[in-house]
């Protein structure tokens, strides 16, 4: 999804999280700046529910839970607030949360003309922040390509790159998809 112009100049963290709780309108939280969100084109919104309805699939009975574009990460130590396409938690913080995940295992944004360059970039450097995110991926409809980012034991992140005739693997949470069950329906 791509962000709209900043709304106010400034906002605590405190209080950014006080006044979303009373938006119609999604917005993100970048140290003290407010974004609102722009909705999606459909084929955005079908490869999210396709990555998701097979995360969720392959998920159910585990503690892992699937959220889609509606549930909040945080970043960055409270400086940052993003809804990530899709986000995979299995912390039992997390399930005690019901507005905010701050211990995201897989986080997965599908990417649209506007957002590419900030979701590679300012985006996935506030996610690496998060000590629990084991994998950042990111699809590439126009290409229908996916870029997964994992983070080695010491902390280094390394690129998996995959086309749509390779089946793309997410190890974080040990599943496995291929390129028509992703691109479905688009």
Request: charged share 25%.
């Amino acid at each position: 999804m791509s962000a709209l112009p900043q709304i106010q100049a400034t906002f605590s963290a405190d209080d950014y999280l006080a006044w979303e709780a009373n938006q119609p309108e999604r917005h993100e939280f970048v140290d003290g700046e407010v974004f609102a969100m722009a909705g999606a084109e459909d084929r955005h919104v079908t490869v999210c529910l396709n990555i998701a309805m097979a995360l969720r699939q392959h998920l159910r009975g585990t503690p892992c839970r699937t959220f889609m574009a509606d549930m909040k990460v945080q970043a960055d130590a409270a400086s940052s607030y993003f809804y990530p396409d899709i986000v995979v938690t299995c912390s039992a913080a997390d399930a005690e949360s019901r507005h905010i995940k701050r211990e995201p295992l897989l986080i997965v944004e599908v990417l649209s003309p506007g957002t590419a360059a900030y979701d590679r970039g300012e985006k996935f450097q506030r996610y690496r922040q998060i000590p629990s995110l084991a994998e950042y991926a990111l699809v590439d409809i126009e290409r229908r390509c996916v870029d997964v980012f994992r983070k080695l034991p010491e902390g280094l992140w390394v690129l998996h790159p995959f086309d749509a005739q390779t089946p793309l693997t997410l190890a974080s949470v040990g599943l496995t998809v291929d390129g028509e069950t992703l691109y479905a329906e688009i």
